[in-house]
């Protein structure tokens, strides 16, 4: 696999989590996708654990397509702004949820979806160095 094949593929899964977090965070509550049967409702830390994930996991992506084959310094800058850009984003689905007849804003799940972005491009910016030297050394051994 190729450095642009893998950029590639991290553009897509970005847009893809991007996508489930619409899905899941916008959905009216007691859906299948709010997190379980019709009429359930979750408590605040369930929302907590699942803006978290969600945002751990959008993290992650990001901090792996910024810094997998960055050598500079200026990726602590672009991992900041990514951090300020999810963080908006988090707060962006809370207010879009206002909306909702069935769903409310907290800023305890703004702060779950800072926090699990934050926790996320710090996993992503620490593995993806490895993950990248590995991808590279079996494309060049298949070769």
């Not at 409702?41 to 969600?54: A, D, M, R, Y």
Request: charged residues 10%.
């Amino acid at each position: 696999m190729t450095e642009r094949h893998f950029n590639w593929l991290a553009d897509l899964a970005i847009v893809a989590a991007v996508m489930v977090i619409a899905v899941i965070v916008l959905s009216p509550s007691g859906s299948i996708w709010a997190g379980g049967s019709v009429g359930r409702h979750l408590s605040s830390q369930e929302t907590w654990i699942v803006h978290g994930v969600l945002f751990v996991g959008l993290g992650f992506l990001v901090a792996v397509r910024l810094t997998a084959a960055d050598r500079t310094t200026a990726t602590y800058a672009k991992l900041t702004l990514a951090l300020v850009l999810l963080a908006l984003l988090g707060g962006l689905a809370e207010s879009a949820q206002l909306e909702i007849a069935s769903r409310s804003a907290s800023y305890g799940d703004w702060a779950a979806d800072t926090i699990g972005a934050a926790f996320g491009l710090w996993l992503g910016a620490i593995s993806a160095r490895p993950l990248m030297l590995r991808i590279t050394r079996n494309s060049i051994a298949a070769s």
